[in-house]
């Protein structure tokens, strides 16, 4: 597994020693992605789609918002939150998945891989509601379902001023919402991912938590 190029071919400067924590992260989900089959994703593209997309994202998110607090709802193997949570190495993020296959081989992954800015919940997104009501400067997702439910729930996350992020390979223009209860839309993020031997584009959707 290479990861230097793929980063360096997305203008991404990363110190080393975050870029080794990376690597350990990435194979180790390579490893047990062959056992239990955790993501469709294809070994080739794991970096890319793990790593290089979220650290894309959150170095567009840094030029409006320096986070203390972040959640990633629905992380399944760490997808967007690990990456993002080296970027933002003073944050402490909050990654929940009611798996808990995935949110154990998760604490594995990073207990090998020396991330610490890192707490991995085994719940239901519903019931941390409960306890964790407009904690977070960032609530980020993907891959949790449709865009107005993802939205509902991350509303219940995010602090007023906050920001929520929710990554998308697809935009549906019949799915898109302006605003949303207290959430204000704020505009879509186009990345344009180089991979190898193609383009690809992503859309990271950008709401704020109004006062």
Known sequence: MELLVPLRTNDLNIEIQTVDSLKTYIKFLEKWNNIHALTSVSAREIPYVFVVEPLLTAKVLSKFINPTTCIDLGTGFGNPGVAMSVYFKNARFTLVDSS??????????????????????????????????????????????????????????????????????????????????DLKFERVVNLSVSYPMKKVHRYVIVYKKMV
């Open 100 to 181: 808990q296959k995935k949110t154990a081989l998760l604490r594995s992954a990073l207990d090998m891989s020396g991330i610490k800015n890192v707490e991995v919940i085994t719940k239901r997104v519903e019931e941390l509601a409960k306890t964790h009501k407009n904690m977070f400067d960032l609530v980020v997702s993907r891959g949790m379902g449709s865009l107005e439910k993802v939205v509902t729930y991350a509303d219940l996350f995010v602090k007023p001023n906050g920001i929520v992020a929710i990554f998308k390979a697809r935009i549906d223009q019949q799915e898109m919402l302006k605003d949303k209860n």
